[in-house]
Nanobody, 122 residues
Framework: QVQLVESGGGSVQAGGALRLSCAAS????????MGWFRRAPGKERGFVVY????????YYADSVKGRFTISRDNAKNTSYLQMNSLKPEDTAVYYC???????????????WGQGTQVTVSS
């Protein structure tokens, strides 16, 4: 049974930082692309960033480029999302996902976590 469990969400003031983690189990982690998506209030779930199998390929949404950094530790079956210089518009539920394609599309990902709330106040 595949499980993705996000942690690290919370409430911060604008300009602050958070680090999200996504712990995976039940799958060959190093063989999966890991993605992060978010759903802001009143909006659909949208792409944030992905990281390829060996961490050599990353791709960021323009809205987070230069502020967010994705990484992975294949030995720990965990993906991380370091979020710096947070803005109120980053407020959302953040989801990690695992798939086998380098893609920004939701339907390219086979497995999803339950999400973790990030709230940024001004």
């Amino acid at each position: 049974q595949v499980q993705l469990v996000e942690s690290g969400g919370g409430s911060v003031q604008a300009g602050g930082a958070l680090r999200l983690s996504c712990a995976a189990s039940g799958l060959a982690f190093s063989g999966y692309v890991m993605g992060w998506f978010r759903r802001a209030p009143g909006k659909e779930r949208g792409f944030v960033v992905y990281i390829g199998w060996g961490a050599g390929n990353t791709y960021y949404a323009d809205s987070v480029k230069g502020r967010f950094t994705i990484s992975r530790d294949n030995a720990k079956n965990t993906s991380y999302l370091q979020m710096n210089s947070l803005k109120p518009e980053d407020t959302a539920v953040y989801y990690c996902a695992a798939g086998q394609l380098l893609s920004t599309r939701l339907n390219a990902y086979n497995y999803w976590g339950q999400g973790t709330q990030v709230t940024v106040s001004s």
